[in-house]
Structure formats: structure tokens, C-alpha cells
């Protein structure tokens, strides 16, 4: 009456006459098992740039008159130790790692910031890309290895003498183009 | 007629005899059994595709289970900052028995997100970390203490860029493992 199974235990509870309804689904349960598992992806597009920071800041109420120069290369300072009061606008970029890309600067004259009354040409756009030195004809770019690039703009604004103190507004635009 | 009778009482005494015969007599037999661990697997890590960039023309990408880097097919498909990996599974059961891994069939399984579906298929699985086996059914056995480890790996095809809208995508899949 009783068997020694070679095989494993569906066959044995069924050759011991253990093969009632119950019986057999135990039997079933423990032969197989299935585990479940997600799967998951992100698809990127393939850049994406983000402006953080705008161009500018207050020049208060300090006589100011000439060419003020927003260095973008200049490192973060407590405001009294800054040459200039204002800031670089700053960007952010992702894509693919290593992808090449371009950097187009805003030109003589396109960018003039416009107030009640007057208004404050800017010029000499330049560029710091990870912190390097400004240029004003940045070239060799290269996302880094997690493909993330950060760069920062600055520029020259010319503040007419006894300008009245308001809030100037404009824009400029950076090109970013990948290769 | 009478003679019958008296002889069917005969036969039924002799019979009687003969059982007194055998009271002291002793049978032995052996019973025997074999008991088996239920098996057991255990998802323990996901499969995931990471960050990947669409290309201009579809294309795909291949995870594979045993190691080996991503791979990619298609103009412009690229991997981005998070790296891809397999899933992976531990299993219990009896010692050295031999198993079978079953993976999803091709068309089986797809990835849902914001743009079209993303359809996994070529599922392969690395059993201990041994060399990649292509599904989806494959042969395997558990080590000597009763225990053992999987993974697996797919392959996904996705569309051009302009179609392949950016986001998430996620879907899931079952593998079953079942004593040979």
C-alpha cells in the first residue's frame, strides 16, 4: 500500500491516496509558486533646459552710474564683499552623458531694460559653464557624465547718470542647441 | 443431497484448525514516506529599465541579467543618469532539487505611462549567477542547502522621440518556479 516516490510532491500525496479535493490543492499550492515583479522605465526627452535664476537684483540707493558688470563666474559672496550688487541669471541643463551642445549669447542690443521713465542698455553678455571662467564665446561644451551641465550668464549694464530709481524690466534669450 | 452437507462441515472445520494454526506468527512490513519542502521564491529587486533617452527612429533596450552593460539599439537611444537592473529572486526548497523557471512569453507583458505601451519581450534569467538563459521556460537546480538565486532581465522596444512621449512607464510581470 505504500510507495516511495521518486518525484516530488504532487505525485507522492497523490500515490499515498491523499488525492481528496483538499489534498489536491494543497498539493498544487506547493508545487509552483509564482512571484510577481514591476518593471519600470523613464524616458527622457532628449534635453531639457531650466532657467533658476534671473539676471539682476537691487542696485539701492547707491549713486550708480556707468558700467555695472555682473561677473557670472563670480562665486557666491556675503553682499558687502561683492563687487556687484546683482546677480547672473542661471541655468540648468539635462540630457544625454557626454552630448555636445552649443551655447548662443544675446547680442549688441537685444536686450534693454525698460523703466517708467528710462531705460538701461545691456551688453557683453558672457558665460560661466561649471563654474569656469566668463566668455563671451563659450565652445568644447559637453553635458558631464550624469549628463547634467549648470552655467550662469552675466552681463554689462550701462546706468545712465541720475537715473530715477524704479524697477527696469527685459529679457534676454540664451540658445541652447544640441548636437 | 445429505452426503454434500455433511462434507461442506467438514471442510469449513479443517479451516477452523488451520487459523489456530497461525495466532503466534508475526508480520513485519515497512512504511515509508518522503517528505518535501514546499518551494518558495521570493521577489527581492525590481526590473528596471532606468533613464533612457528616445532616439529618432524606435529602438530598444536590452537588460541582462547575468551583468553585462545595457544595450541599445536605434539612431539617438541612449541611457541617462540612473542605471538599469535586473530583477532578482531568492528561492527555499529541497535541497538540489531540480526546478523549473518559467519567464513571461513575448507579448505578454507591457509598460503603461503617459505615451504608447511599451511591449517587453526576450526574457532571460540568470540562475546563481551564472550565465544569461533565454526563456521563457529554463531548467535549473536548487544548491545543496536548499536555497537558491535568480534574476531576470528583459528586453524593451520603445518609439521615435516623437512619439515616445517623456515620463513614467511601469508595468509587471510573473515568473514561476515549479519542482521538475
Known amino acids: ?9 504532487v505525485a507522492c500525496l497523490c500515490a499515498a491516496g491523499l488525492a481528496s479535493a483538499p489534498a489536491s490543492a494543497q498539493a498544487s499550492a506547493q508545487a509552483f509558486l509564482v512571484a510577481s515583479a514591476n518593471a519600470a522605465v523613464t524616458i527622457l526627452s532628449a534635453t531639457a533646459a531650466a532657467q533658476t535664476e534671473d539676471l539682476g537684483g537691487d542696485l539701492g540707493a547707491a549713486n550708480v552710474e556707468g558700467e555695472v558688470v555682473v561677473d557670472p563666474a563670480a562665486r557666491e559672496a ?25 551655447l548662443t549669447l544675446p547680442g549688441p542690443g537685444d536686450c534693454v531694460l525698460a523703466g517708467p521713465l528710462a531705460t538701461i542698455p545691456i551688453t557683453g553678455f558672457k558665460v560661466s559653464v561649471g563654474g569656469a571662467a566668463a566668455t563671451a564665446t563659450p565652445g568644447g561644451l559637453t553635458l558631464d557624465p550624469k549628463g547634467l551641465k549648470d552655467f ?22 540664451v540658445t541652447m542647441s544640441f548636437n | 443431497m445429505n452426503t454434500r452437507i455433511i ?35 521570493t521577489k527581492t529587486a525590481d526590473l528596471s529599465f532606468g533613464d533612457v533617452f528616445a532616439g529618432s527612429t524606435s529602438g530598444t533596450v536590452t537588460v541582462d541579467p547575468a551583468g ?41 507583458v507591457s509598460m503603461t505611462g503617459p505615451g504608447p505601451a511599451i511591449p517587453l519581450t526576450a526574457f532571460t534569467a540568470a540562475v546563481g549567477g551564472g550565465a544569461t538563459t533565454a526563456g521563457p521556460t529554463l531548467t535549473a537546480a536548487l544548491a545543496s542547502g536548499g536555497t537558491q538565486t535568480f534574476k531576470v532581465g ?12 517623456q515620463g513614467s512607464y511601469t508595468g509587471s510581470f510573473n515568473v514561476t518556479v515549479t519542482y521538475n
Do not use: E
Not at chain 2, 528583459?154 to 512621449?165: E, H, L, R
Open chain 1, 1 to 9: 500500500m505504500f510507495r516511495t516516490c521518486g518525484s516530488l510532491p
Open chain 1, 152 to 173: 550662469k550668464v552675466g552681463a554689462s549694464l550701462q546706468v545712465a547718470k541720475g537715473l530715477p530709481r524704479s524697477a527696469y524690466i527685459g529679457k534676454f534669450k
Open chain 2, 154 to 165: 528583459a528586453t524593451m522596444t520603445i518609439a521615435a522621440s516623437a512619439t515616445q512621449t
Open chain 1, 78 to 102: 556675503p553682499a558687502s564683499a561683492r563687487k556687484s550688487p546683482l546677480r547672473p541669471a542661471a541655468y540648468s541643463l539635462a540630457g544625454r552623458k557626454g552630448a555636445a551642445f552649443a
Open chain 2, 68 to 108: 553585462a552593460a545595457t544595450a541599445t539599439t536605434g539612431t539617438g537611444v541612449s541611457l541617462g543618469v540612473h542605471a538599469a537592473a535586473p530583477a532578482a529572486y531568492t528561492m527555499t526548497g529541497k535541497d538540489s532539487a531540480s526546478f523549473s523557471l518559467t519567464l513571461p512569453a513575448n507579448g505578454s
Open chain 2, 7 to 41: 462434507s461442506l462441515g467438514i471442510t469449513v472445520l479443517l479451516g477452523s484448525v488451520a487459523a489456530f494454526g497461525q495466532t503466534t506468527a508475526t508480520a513485519s512490513a515497512n512504511a515509508t514516506t518522503a517528505i518535501y519542502v514546499p518551494i518558495t521564491v
